[in-house]
């Protein structure tokens, strides 16, 4: 059974594996939403409001992560996050959540998603433009990297 499930208490284990190969990866140097520990997932679940999480979940193997938040904050634009497990990657599955996040995005009323990459992640700037992300705005960080701003029309 493969499915996208909100993320709840009984999800933290399979999500803490898959931040476990982000982070063995490296690719946590790309994707670091908040940090990449159990106590931070577990902090979600117990304090989230209207923000979203979901896993993409194979069994019991969590293939991917996507959010939109910032409605907790008080932001009427979400902020997406998304990161796919190696195992996934290529399938078009990031491609699929993608699509999915923006219909939920839609459905709590919002008209534009905001999201940052960094300069050098070619692999997800490739896929956030040819879902209709435009880049603008520039955040230049002391350690060198730049992360690029995109928003997308709903
Ligand atoms: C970003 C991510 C979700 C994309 O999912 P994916 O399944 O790898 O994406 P796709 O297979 O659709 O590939 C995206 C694009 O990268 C290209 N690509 C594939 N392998 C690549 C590589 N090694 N280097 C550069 N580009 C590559 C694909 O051809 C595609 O380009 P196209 O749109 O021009 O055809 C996934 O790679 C991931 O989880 N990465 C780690 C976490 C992360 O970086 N999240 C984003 C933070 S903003």
Same mark, same amino acid.
């Given at each position: ?8 208490? *009984? ?20 994707? *670091? /939403? *908040? /940090? ?55 399938? %078009? ?8 996040? *923006? ?5 709590? %009323? ?45």
């Amino acid at each position: 059974v493969i499915e996208i499930r909100t993320l709840d208490e *009984h999800l933290v284990d399979s999500l803490c594996l898959l931040l476990d190969e982000l982070k063995s990866t490296g690719a946590d140097s790309y994707f *670091h /939403p *908040h /940090p990449m520990t159990r106590e931070a997932v577990e902090n979600i679940v117990s304090t989230v409001i209207e923000d979203q999480y979901f896993v993409v979940l194979k069994e019991n193997q969590a293939l991917g992560y996507g959010m939109l938040r910032g409605w907790d904050e008080g932001y009427d634009v979400p902020s997406l996050g998304i990161a796919v497990c190696e195992e996934a990657r290529g399938t %078009g599955l990031a491609e699929a959540l993608m699509y999915f996040l *923006h219909c939920v995005a839609r459905i709590k %009323g919002a008209t534009r998603i905001r999201l940052t990459v960094y300069d050098e992640n070619e692999r997800a700037r490739r896929l956030f433009e040819r879902l209709g992300y435009e880049f603008g705005s520039r955040q230049d960080h002391s350690a060198g990297s730049t992360r690029l701003v995109g928003f997308k029309e709903l």
